[in-house]
């Protein structure tokens, strides 16, 4: 059984940088599409981005495109989301998740529904 455990989160000041782990176990990530949601307090949750096991460039929201980046580490099993340039409005518990899907060329980064593996969540908190 496959199961998700995110680190690196914590306090962050405005403007500055932050990079978020998703160490996957019991599986390796190769057949997996894989994504990072995000829930700020008072709001409902949202898709950041997410990467398919095959082909096309990885999907964002309108909201973090050209500040955050998701990519995978084979060797280590994990996936990453780097977050730069952050603001307050990145306050959030992100969670990363994932689904067997091995022949899928485009993940949806909106379709949580779809996600059927789920890490416990970690707080990012943007604040000066």
């Known amino acids: 059984q496959l199961q998700l455990v995110e680190s690196g989160g914590g306090l962050v000041q405005p403007g500055g940088s932050l990079t978020l782990s998703c160490a996957f176990s019991g599986s390796t990530l190769d057949y997996y599409a894989i994504g990072w949601f995000r829930q700020a307090p008072g709001k409902e949750r949202e898709g950041v981005s997410c990467i398919a096991p095959i082909g096309s460039d990885p999907n964002y929201a309108d909201s973090v495109k050209g500040r955050f980046v998701i990519y995978k580490d084979r060797d280590e099993n994990r996936v990453y989301l780097r977050m730069n340039t952050v603001t307050p409005e990145d306050t959030a518990v992100y969670y990363c998740?994932?689904?067997?899907?091995?022949?899928?060329?485009?993940?949806?980064?909106?379709?949580?529904?779809?996600?059927?593996?789920w890490g416990q969540g970690i707080q990012v908190t943007v604040s000066s």
């Open positions: 998740v994932a689904e067997w899907e091995p022949y899928l060329t485009i993940c949806s980064v909106s379709d949580q529904g779809r996600y059927k593996f």
